[in-house]
């Protein structure tokens, strides 16, 4: 439906407006365009966003979850401008109302698709504005507890968004999650999940998983058994007190090899799909997006082929080369990220130093309590020189102390965290730098010499 | 030492299910700092279900979600003479957060529920909606004859009020603590121990870590003060904690330069405001009091807020405004 020319015109104005605040922002440097133009719809009109998705008639997708909500859009997005259509993102970390706001103010005029990272929080608020034709559920860990409350809470935020789109688009979510997948369980959700190959012997946790959601029934409260497990809680899961169960999904990843940070091999709905990016978690990311592009005709060998020129984004497996060394930024959220990236780093043979970086500003989540639930261990174990840094530094150190190794240097500064890394990497080797939030744009400023472009992403918490 | 030859039997009970605000680094913690003066330690899980082992000389019980509190109660409380029975013995009971809470006489939910706890600690827990949240570093302790300053962050809706036979652990300014109003955090009672305060809290604070080892190791060291170890990495971090100013949250002092943007515009409007009616004459200075009225009252209470640091996030800004809001509604009606 076409608006009145009035309102079009209208929005035509807030628009250049739009534009306006973002070329101002921009020759200013102040980096705070994207929050700032959409605070400014936000405040002014918030029937703006409505009309604006309505206006890509090639459907929006609106990806949630507390982990990989960024790359999973980003391939989402990946595969959809491959098949032509122009496709509108928002950018990493503005993922509040505001920052969809901007995006939609300053969207290309051919624009016919939309896809959208949605914090937890704004999911209330923007599903029924963008009125998405798939909504991507990907997970709930435990993650910034002072901001967002407990993973129950956010699973019941995920569930209330998957009840609005119901019957009018499709829910695709992570099946290996128990209790995200018990949230949606009335919305007949398109399910994916991935499945592993045997734990190398040096990554064996041994005892409890301490970075994991406690493995509860989400029905019942009953223990959970698992036939298959991948990240901290992830997996298949059945409850012999109730009979619940997650069942086998469509969309099933298998990994196949080794991945490294750059590349990985995946068997999924038949079809070989080789990603530009390694990890876990990220073939985690590919199947939701392979499940995602279904929901809009796309198969599976097309999306393959999409995702073969896809490589990492701002800070998540990010390559920089600084003065001929490569760093490798790896964005860490919470103890099961952590985890994750801990055993890509310890597999990843050109990694020959590590940058530990803890941060608590609000962004990164103010209790680094969560350090002593990652297992940083196999880090020790496989000898890596680790160098602490962010604003917790000294907390890093500790942590490090009692996995049983010791920090060559402890630095908040992130420029001389950065050098002390590159001096204890041995030549020719990488450092691997796992970084909080903010402490992940510290080291981009420091690693790049400019603040300018990290500062222009800061989350709106 | 005991009969299996562990000088120190550590327990850390429902490690699968307590497990929210890293509570396995103070289990970790405290083993390490007992293995590297030469003690035999044990390390114990006990999940629901499963007994404590006879010669527990410390046990550990952290923080869940409610729904996981609600799932471990029943086998919780089943354990009520088995833990007093180890208290009596002599053995250290760690409860942090919402393990405090547990060994407390009873919690008193939202809704008004009213839970029993296992009435090791004479103190009481009542829920309340708006939590207690943020960075501590002002707290001293007194704790068996040793006195520390404590460091950590905590994040609480219960407001915890001590009885008689409980002593404080720590004093703290108002704001925070077991109710964020009578500057008390944490209480102590014979060896059972209980504290809000995460980072974890061991870790971070080895002189706390160090007073609950030698009371747990007593039965093997007849009471001997415990070797000093190398604490370059902990005394480091515990210091930098204990230096930061109390509440640096960048929201907040985004919150505050924009209250006092719009106070100032409110001055300069309210000014405007006086001045013409002062041309006009008659109403004058009733109507100059109306209008500056309001900035003083925000003003007021922006500041007043900020200073106190158990205001939650969302609550703040609801707050300032409301102020605002009724202070003009007040105005109107002049």
Redo the contacts between chains.
């Keep these: 439906m076409r608006p009145s020319p009035p309102v079009r015109a209208y929005d035509g104005t807030v628009r250049a407006l739009a534009l306006g605040v973002r070329g101002a922002s921009r020759l200013a440097r102040t980096g705070a365009g994207t929050s700032l133009r959409g605070l400014v719809i936000q405040k002014l009109d918030p029937g703006f966003v409505r009309r604006r998705a309505a206006r890509l008639d090639g459907g929006i997708v609106v990806v949630s979850g507390t982990n990989g909500k960024t790359t999973t859009a980003a391939m989402i997005a990946a595969i959809l401008r491959s098949g032509g259509d122009g496709v509108v993102t928002n950018a990493s970390g503005a993922n509040l109302f505001r920052g969809v706001a901007a995006s939609l103010a300053t969207m290309p005029t051919g624009s016919r698709a939309g896809v959208f990272e949605v914090d937890e929080g704004a999911l209330a608020r923007l599903v029924p504005a963008l009125r998405p034709r798939a909504l991507v559920l990907t997970n709930v860990f435990r993650d910034q507890l002072d901001r967002f409350g407990e993973p129950e809470t956010v699973a019941g935020l995920l569930g209330d968004a998957a009840r609005l789109v119901r019957g009018t688009g499709a829910v695709v979510a992570n099946v290996d999650d128990p209790l995200l997948w018990h949230a949606v369980r009335d919305t007949e959700p398109v399910g994916y999940g991935v499945v592993t190959p045997p734990e190398p012997p040096e990554m064996a946790a041994g005892g409890p998983v301490f970075d994991a959601e406690p493995e509860v029934c989400p029905r019942c409260g009953g223990p959970l058994a698992y036939r298959r497990r991948t990240i901290a809680h992830l997996g298949a899961a059945s409850c012999a007190a109730c009979g619940w169960s997650t069942p086998d999904p469509p969309f099933l990843a298998e990994v196949r090899g080794a991945s490294t940070f750059d590349s990985m091999s995946l068997r999924l709905s038949d079809v070989d799909v080789d990603v530009g990016i390694g990890g876990l978690h990220n073939a985690y990311n590919a199947a939701a997006a392979v499940a995602a592009a279904s929901t809009f005709g796309v198969t599976a060998r097309d999306a393959a082929v999409a995702l073969r020129e896809f490589s990492a984004r701002f800070g998540r497996t990010e390559r920089l080369d600084v003065d001929g060394a490569r760093v490798w930024v790896l964005l860490m959220k919470n103890p099961a990220g952590a985890s994750v990236l801990v055993r890509q780093v310890v597999a990843e043979r050109r990694v020959g130093a590590v940058l530990l970086m803890v941060s608590d500003r609000d962004a990164d989540g103010r209790d680094v309590s969560w350090i002593w639930d990652a297992n940083f261990e196999p880090l020790v174990r496989r000898g890596l020189p680790i160098v602490a840094g962010g604003i917790r530094a000294a907390d890093v150190a500790v942590r490090v102390k009692y996995a049983g190794g010791e920090t060559v240097a402890v630095e908040p500064d992130p420029g001389r965290a950065l050098a002390a890394a590159r001096g204890a990497a041995p030549s020719g080797t990488d450092v691997a730098a796992l970084a909080t939030y903010t402490s992940m744009l510290d080291l981009r400023g420091a690693a790049l010499g400019s603040k300018v472009d990290a500062v222009a992403e800061v989350a709106p918490v | 030492m005991s009969a299996n030859g562990a000088d120190l039997v550590v327990v850390h009970l429902y ?3 307590l ?7 103070n289990v ?2 405290l083993a ?1 700092r007992a293995e590297w003066r030469g003690f035999q330690v044990r390390l114990v ?1 006990v999940e ?1 279900g499963e007994p404590l082992p006879p010669d527990a000389g410390l046990v550990v019980l952290g923080g ?5 509190q ?2 471990i109660g029943a086998d919780l409380a089943s354990r009520r003479a088995e833990l007093g029975g180890a208290a009596a013995r002599g053995a250290v009971i760690l409860g942090i957060c919402g393990g405090y809470q547990f060994l407390g006489r009873r919690y008193v939910t939202l809704e008004g529920r009213s839970i029993e706890g296992l009435g090791l600690l004479d103190v009481e827990t009542v829920a309340r909606a708006r939590r207690i ?3 501590v570093n002002k707290a001293h302790a007194a704790l068996w004859g040793r006195e520390f300053d404590l460091v950590g ?1 905590e ?1 609480h809706g219960g407001r915890t009020s001590l009885g008689p036979q409980a002593t404080p652990l720590a004093r703290v300014p108002r704001g925070g603590g077991n109710d964020g109003r009578d500057g008390t955090e944490g209480a102590v009672q014979g060896t059972i121990l209980g504290t809000y305060l ?3 809290v061991v ?2 604070n080895p002189a706390f870590a160090d007073a609950v080892l030698e009371r747990a190791l007593a039965p093997a060291t007849g009471g001997a003060p415990l070797a000093p170890l190398e604490d370059g ?2 005394r ?2 515990h210091d ?1 904690a204990l230096r930061r100013p109390p509440e640096s ?3 907040r002092r985004r919150l505050l330069a924009v209250a006092a943007v719009l106070a100032l515009l409110l001055a300069l409007a309210g000014r405007a405001a006086a001045t013409e009616i002062d041309e006009d004459g008659a109403l004058g200075t009733r109507v100059a009091v109306c209008a500056t009225n309001p900035t003083e009252v925000l003003l007021h209470r922006t500041v007043r807020t900020v200073h106190d640091r158990t205001v939650h ?1 969302g609550g703040y800004v609801g707050w300032s405004i409301r102020s605002s809001a009724s202070a003009a509604s007040h105005c109107s009606s002049i």
């Design positions: 490690p699968r299910l497990r929210t605000y890293g509570d396995r680094g970790l913690t390490r899980d629901v869940g979600t409610d729904r996981v609600e799932i949240i943020g960075r962050f994040n995460h980072g974890p870790p971070v990495a902990e480091r971090a930098e949250a960048p929201r996030h």
